[in-house]
């Protein structure tokens, strides 16, 4: 019954922003871990930011990208800023199940729940 629906996906050129959405339902997550994580072409999933007691981000993405929620609306929201070819992925919402565990973005373990993933294309 929970569903994460991502959002707000394109093609841009480089330098450009996007805003991603992230809207669950049957979920509510006030103090549950939610994140981003990519996955380019011929590559392994990469973990992007997540929102677990604190904000983490890629060392890849700091200073350009900002991961924030709207608790009301149960939506999670990636501001990606100055953006660059390498950004170019598939990129998904993930949830956790629990409010008492804390995955991190370095493994795809412990998170329970997945978007369908919203395409982001930087071109030079």
């Known amino acids: 019954q929970v569903q994460l629906v991502e959002s707000g996906g394109g093609s841009v050129q480089a330098g450009g922003s996007l805003r991603l959405s992230c809207v669950t339902s049957?979920?509510?997550?006030?103090?549950?871990?939610m994140g981003w994580f990519r996955q380019a072409p011929g590559k392994e999933h990469e973990g992007v930011a997540t929102?677990?007691?604190?904000?983490y981000y890629a060392d890849s993405v700091k200073g350009r990208f900002t991961i924030s929620g709207d608790r009301a609306k149960n939506s999670l929201f990636l501001q990606m800023n100055s953006l660059k070819p390498e950004d170019t992925a598939m990129y998904y919402c993930?949830?956790?199940?629990?409010?008492?565990?804390?995955?991190?973005?370095?493994?795809?373990?412990?998170?329970?729940?997945w978007g369908q993933g919203t395409q982001v294309t930087v071109s030079s």
């Open positions: 993930a949830a956790d199940s629990s409010p008492f565990t804390k995955p991190t973005m370095d493994s795809l373990r412990g998170w329970d729940y």
């Open positions: 049957g979920y509510t997550y006030s103090s549950y871990c």
């Open positions: 929102v677990c007691g604190g904000t």
